[in-house]
Each structure stands twice: as C-alpha cells, then as structure tokens.
C-alpha cells in the first residue's frame, strides 16, 4: 500500500538513513562501519553505533530535512559545501551514493515513488587504482618479510584499515575471540572511509592470532 502525498512529506532524511542501514545490515555488511560512541552503558560497556560512509556529514546537512525538499538544488549545495570543507570528488560521490540508495530503497518499500527520488548528477570518480596484490601474491610478499611485521601486513591486507588508524588500535577495541575490532570516531577519518575499516578480518588470520601483543600492546 503506498502513502498518500501527505504520509510521504512527513518521511525525513533520518527516515531514510534508517531504512539504508536496515539494507546494508541484510544485504551489504561490509558497507557498515560500527564505532564507538565515546558513551557507556550503567553496567561501564562502551556504547557502539553502525554508520555507513560519509553518514555524519550527510546527517549535519539534511538534518531534519523532508524527502520532498531533498532536490537537485540541495545536493548541488551539499556538493560545494564538501568541496570548500576538503573532500575530493571521489568521496563526495560516495557520500551521495548512499544518499541515492537510501531513495532507491524507500522507493523499493512502497513508501515513495520515482517522482519522489531527486536527480542526482554526481562528482566523477577516481580513475582504476592499480598495482594491487592478489592473494597468492600478497603471501609470497608476507612470507619474504620479518616475522614480526607479518601479523600487521596481514590485518592490514584483509581489513583496508590505513597504517596510522591501525597503529593506534588497542587491546580494548578488540573483542575476546579476536573477531572484531571496533575503532572510535577519533580513529576512523570518514575522508576515505573504506567499508572494512571498523571490521577487521581477524577470523581469516588466526595463525597470526597468537602473536597480536607485538602489534597491540596492552599498554597503549
């Protein structure tokens, strides 16, 4: 049953995150990251919260802002207020990717029409980067490294987290099973924000498990 023109103008651009992040959870994980709040809960557990990429600057922008008022107009300004703020195209474009699949699935739900979904005239992406290793290739580079720094290339390696985000990881952002890593607001830099940067590959590294302490020493 799709809405009336009244029922729609009341779904807001939390609405939308909303029904993205209900997709992503079901069908694209990796699109998710999980962060820590900075809260915790009345028993000291630290709080986390799942964002996708560039959901931050998306939300200070449309905060509160109804569907029906979402137009070209206003995504062109998005764009220009990113741009004079620092980001590059490429980012910019995957900002509003998401902005364009939270429409695509409202649309999917019935609760919008196409007439409701803005156009969106995107920034140009970056150009094919080159030169990355497949994994036979990435083990013959690991294997010929120190056996110390072989744990860290390979964190590194399965989970795209940047060099300076994975030297400030501590024990406290890694769950008991060694599964997952959880990384604070403070570590994660949404100007590139790859979809695995809060979620570590550590299940596919467990040979490597038992030798974490040299890269996240307790201390830190």
Not at 47 to 61: I, P, Q, S
Not at 107 to 123: M, N
Not at 190 to 215: F, K, L, M, V, Y
């Amino acid at each position: 049953m799709r809405l009336l023109p009244s029922e729609v103008s009341r779904i807001r651009y939390e609405d939308l995150r909303a029904i993205l992040l209900d997709y992503y959870r079901e069908h694209k994980p990796r699109s998710i990251i999980k962060r820590c709040t900075g809260d915790t809960d009345s028993a000291g557990n630290k709080l986390t919260e799942e964002v996708f990429a560039g959901a931050d600057k998306l939300a200070k922008f449309f905060k509160r802002m109804p569907n029906t008022e979402i137009a070209a107009t206003q995504i062109k300004e998005y764009m220009e207020w990113r741009r004079k703020e620092g980001d590059a195209d490429p980012t910019i474009r995957r900002q509003l990717g998401n902005l364009r699949s939270a429409f695509t699935q409202a649309k999917a739900l019935d609760l919008i029409t196409d007439s409701h979904i803005p156009t969106f005239v995107l920034p140009a992406d970056s150009r094919p980067r080159k030169g990355f290793f497949d994994l036979p290739e990435f083990n013959t580079l690991r294997d010929a490294m120190p056996e110390k720094l072989r744990p860290t290339l390979t964190f590194l390696y399965f989970s795209g987290c940047r060099s300076g985000a994975a030297k400030k990881i501590t024990w406290t952002m890694i769950d008991k099973d060694c599964s997952e890593i959880t990384l604070p607001r403070e570590i994660i830099k949404e100007r590139r924000a790859p979809d695995d940067t809060a979620r570590g590959s550590a299940g596919r590294n467990c040979d490597h498990a038992s030798r974490a302490a040299q890269i996240f020493p307790g201390t830190n």
